[in-house]
C-alpha cells in the first residue's frame, strides 16, 4: 500500500504540473478535507473544485515535485510551484510542504504549508507586505480565494 500512496502522490502533482485539475480531483476521497493558508479549510467537493479553478487560470505553472514519501496511512511532500499569479502579473516560487493520510487508495486529508507572508509579497506586491504587517488584511486574501472558488463551483 506505501507505494501505491506514494504513487498517488506522485499522480496529485504530476497532474498539477500537466494543468489536469480533473486528474488531481481523482486523488481525493469525496469527504476529503483540504487546508493551506491562502484558502484556508475546503471539504468535499471544494478540494477538487480549488485543483480544477488553479489549473484553469495557470497558464505558466510549473511544479517541481523535490521529495515525497508515504506509508499506509500518511505520507508527506516536499514541492515547489513557479507561476505568475494572475491578478496582479507578479512571479512568484511558493516552496510548500504537504501532508497527507490515506482512505481506499484515496487522499483523505491534505494539509498544504507555506509562508504565507512570503506568498503575499510575492503576489500582490505592496499590498502583500501590507499584509505581513497588519494581519488582520490576510483574511480579505483568503475571503477573496473563497469567493471566487464559490463562483467557479457555481459556473461548473
Known amino acids: ?9 506522485r499522480r496529485l502533482y504530476d497532474g ?3 494543468k489536469d485539475g480533473d486528474a488531481m480531483a481523482a486523488c481525493y476521497a469525496q469527504d ?3 487546508h493551506d493558508p491562502a484558502f484556508g479549510d475546503l471539504h468535499g467537493a471544494e478540494v477538487g473544485g480549488m485543483w480544477r479553478m488553479l489549473t484553469s487560470r495557470a497558464g505558466d505553472l510549473e511544479v517541481e ?3 515525497h514519501d508515504a506509508d499506509e496511512r500518511v505520507g508527506s ?3 515547489v510551484a513557479n507561476y505568475t499569479f494572475t491578478q496582479t502579473g507578479r512571479p512568484v516560487v511558493n516552496d510548500i510542504r504537504a501532508r497527507f493520510t490515506f482512505g481506499d487508495g484515496l487522499i ?4 498544504d504549508e507555506f509562508s504565507y507572508g512570503r506568498w503575499c509579497r510575492q503576489a500582490l506586491g505592496p499590498m502583500g507586505w501590507a ?6 488584511l490576510g483574511g480579505v ?3 477573496r480565494a473563497r469567493e471566487s472558488l464559490e463562483e467557479f463551483i457555481a459556473e461548473g
Request: hydrophobic share 40%; net charge positive; glycine share 0%.
Open 141 to 143: 486574501v483568503r475571503r
Open 131 to 136: 499584509i505581513t504587517i497588519l494581519p488582520p
Open 77 to 79: 511532500a516536499h514541492w
Open 1 to 9: 500500500m506505501s507505494d501505491s500512496n506514494r504513487e498517488l502522490i
Open 108 to 111: 483523505t486529508n491534505h494539509v
Open 32 to 34: 476529503a478535507s483540504f
Open 65 to 67: 515535485l523535490r521529495d
Open 16 to 18: 498539477l504540473n500537466r
